[in-house]
């Protein structure tokens, strides 16, 4: 079972940046997938972009396409979220998801079997 920590979240005006961090433990030597998603208040779990194990394959949502950046290090099994230019619409609790069968193109949120707990990001002046 994959255990996944997120940090990073907090506030922070319209056209700033943050950077999240997901943290996985318990990995296998099977290759996980991760994705982060995001999920506003009243509003369902929406995909926000994925990366391979190897880092070679990403993918993003065409809402964040160019203002958000996914990377992982694998050293550290830690997968990270830039944000650049954040906007009021990007208020959510974003979520790091992971799945060894997932590909980085499966945004359905029921393709992805571990979460972790969530981080809470603002976009508010």
């Known amino acids: 079972q994959v255990q996944l920590v997120e940090s990073g979240g907090g506030l922070v005006p319209p056209g700033g940046s943050l950077r999240l961090s997901c943290a996985a433990s318990?990995?296998?030597?099977?290759?996980?997938?991760i994705a982060w998603f995001r999920q506003a208040p009243e509003k369902g779990r929406k995909f926000v972009a994925a990366?391979?194990?190897?880092?070679?394959?990403?993918n993003y949502a065409a809402s964040v396409n160019g203002r958000f950046t996914i990377s992982r290090d694998s050293a550290k099994n830690t997968v990270y979220l830039q944000m650049n230019n954040l906007k009021s619409e990007d208020t959510a609790v974003y979520y790091c998801a992971a799945d060894p069968t997932a590909q980085t193109t499966d945004v359905m949120p029921t393709s992805w079997s571990s979460w972790g707990q969530g981080t809470q990001v603002t976009v508010s002046s």
């Open positions: 318990g990995l296998t030597f099977s290759p996980y997938n």
């Open positions: 990366i391979s194990w190897s880092g070679v394959s990403r």
